[in-house]
C-alpha cells in the first residue's frame, strides 16, 4: 500500500521534504471511560478518522493538508476517580501546543487546525494567548459541533449516546460491543437552575451524574446513522481546509 500524503504517520521524508504542505491539522482525543459498550479509546479513534477522512477529500481537491499524529490524553479533571480515565491538565495542553506551534511555525508551515474531539477540551484561550507569539495560524474545531447533529439522531446526550455509538458503529464496529450490554446512559441534572438552563457553569462531577458513565442513551445508535453523520462532517471540514489552505492569513475580513 502507498503511503498517503496527508497523514504524517504514513510518510517519510522523501515525501516530505518535497511537498510544499499548507496546513496542518492536530487531532486532540482522550482517553476516557465510554459506558459499558465502548472502548476508552473512543474520542481518539473517532477524532483521527474524522482527520483523515476530512484531509484525503481536502487533498483530493488540490489542498496541501497534512494531519499530525494525534494526542490522546484530554482534560478529564472531573473524572479523576475513576480508574484509567488520563487527565492532562489544560496548563499542560497549553505548553504542549506552544511547543507543536513553535516547531512547526520554525519550519515554515503556515497554518494549524486543531481539531479537537472531546468535550472538556477547549482549545480557544491557549490560541489567544499562543496566536500573539508565532507566526503561523491556529485555530480550532470541534468536530461534534460542525454539523446539528438534530437532523441525524433523536437523542442528544452529550456522551456516549446515540451520537458517539452510531459514529463508533460505522468507523470501528469491531471495538463496539452489543448494545444490550450498554448502560441507559441516564444523567442527573444539577439542583439549581442557572446550571441547568446553561447560563451558570461548573465541570461536571462525573461518577455523581452518572452511573455508567454515559450521559445520552445509545439504544437507537446505527453504523448507518454514523456513516451519514461522518459524512457531512467530513465533508464540511474538508471544504474548510481546502478554503484555509487557500486563505492569505493578512487578510481574512471581507
Ligand atoms: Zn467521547
Known sequence: MRPRPY???ELTWKTVRAAPYEVAVLPWGATEAHNFHLPYSTDNVETEHIAGRSAER????GARVVVLPLVPFG????????PLCVNLNPSTQALMLRDVATALAGQG????????GHGGNDFRQMIRELQAEVSLFLCTINWYQVVDPMSFFSDLGDHVGELET???LHVAPEL?????EAGPGAARRF??????EGWAWAPRRWRQVTDDTGVGNPAAATAEKGRRYVDAVSGKIAEFLVELARADTGSMYE
Open 166 to 168: 452510531s459514529v463508533m
Open 109 to 116: 508551515i503556515p497554518k494549524l487546525v486543531i481539531l479537537n
Open 58 to 61: 481536502a487533498w483530493e481537491r
Open 191 to 196: 439542583k439549581i437552575a442557572a446550571f441547568r
Open 7 to 9: 497523514l504524517l504517520n
Open 176 to 180: 463496539v460491543l452489543p448494545l444490550s
Open 75 to 82: 482534560v478529564n479533571t472531573g473524572q479523576l476517580d475513576i
